[in-house]
């Protein structure tokens, strides 16, 4: 950097030199001389203020690589695909494709007798809804044969909630007998349709927080309620047989202690095409299976294309 002082020693050192010059026996006419020397003063003056100036160094720009979706799905020319971020399983399309194909045969018990088997279809809808759950509440820890004969003897004597609200606890544990853990069962369905009946109208919530505050529905039965009384995918309901094979399997990042966590687990990762439910495997525990990709199986996940 020069500073002002330096510059202006240089310009009149630049005028005196030129000057002295212009009056020797070469100069031209007088006009044509001052005009040169005008000249030359004005380009010393030029390079006095270049060699003044600070020196910038040219800048490097940054690329940015960005990844374009096309539209529909569509691959575009000259675009990326969009890699989700997180962990996944190294093999979950292959594994899913190897149960789908072992699940073809449609030929488990849930296939037929699950919950959105056991429901009246000439009830109303408000009906049906209910009665869907009452089935769900049963199946804990209960065979589905079983479920489905004790829901065919509620409906025999008019599943409704002013039904069950007006059946005597004696009578309500005799239909529904031998179900898993009944006279609990009793107590709860009891507690649940008089909720429905106060807050509901007799219909039964439309969101999971709503369904697990009810007596004697989990977070799996809300997830199936949903889906099959409401059509709407909230979750994937996990149980103690996708709990203990998820982890066979290592579908989870880490370990998990309970299904609930399981669950969580699985929804970081799994596509949501994927997701409706999760239920019994359809061979013994030793040799288990894990979903069940039917269209409509409530205890399983549904298949649709992602």
């Known amino acids: 950097m020069c500073s002002p002082q330096e510059s202006g020693m240089k310009a009149v050192g630049v005028r005196m030199v030129t000057r002295s010059r212009s ?10 001389g001052e005009d040169a020397v005008r000249l030359r003063m004005g380009e010393a003056a030029a390079e006095g203020r270049k060699s003044c100036s600070p020196v910038k160094h040219p800048q490097k720009t940054q690329r940015l690589k960005v990844a374009y979706e096309a539209p529909g799905g569509e691959k575009g020319e000259g675009t990326e695909p969009l890699v989700a971020p997180g962990w996944e399983p190294p093999d979950w399309r292959k594994q899913l494709e190897n149960i789908r194909a072992m699940r ?31 089935s769900l509440m049963l199946s ?56 429905l009946q106060q807050r509901y109208g007799g219909d039964i919530p439309a969101s999971v927080p709503e369904l697990v505050a009810l007596p004697g529905v989990g977070p799996k039965m809300a997830h199936l309620a949903m889906a099959v009384a409401w059509g709407t995918v909230s979750g994937i309901a996990v149980d103690t047989h996708v709990h203990r094979i998820a982890g066979r399997l290592k579908w989870t990042k880490k370990a998990t202690k309970s299904p609930e966590k399981t669950r969580t687990a699985l929804e970081e990762w799994l596509p949501r095409c994927h997701r409706v439910g999760a239920g019994r495997p359809t061979s013994l525990s030793l040799t288990p299976t894990l979903m069940d990709p039917t269209p409509t199986g409530s205890y399983g996940v549904r298949s649709m294309d992602c």
Do not use: N
Not at 165 to 174: I, N, V, Y
Not at 178 to 187: D, H, I, L, Y
């Open 23 to 32: 009056r020797g026996p070469v100069a031209g006419p007088r006009g044509v």
């Open 104 to 134: 073809s045969g449609r030929d488990a018990p849930v296939d037929q007798l699950g919950a959105e088997h056991c429901y009246d279809p000439s009830a109303p809808p408000k009906v049906r809804r209910y009665q869907v759950l009452l």
């Open 140 to 195: 804990s820890q209960t065979k589905d044969q079983v479920t489905a004969g004790a829901m065919q003897r509620l409906r025999a004597h008019g599943l409704t909630v002013d039904s069950i609200l007006q059946m005597d606890d004696s009578t309500l544990g005799t239909l529904i007998y031998p179900v898993g853990f009944w006279r609990s069962k009793v107590k709860y369905i009891k507690q649940t349709s008089a909720i």
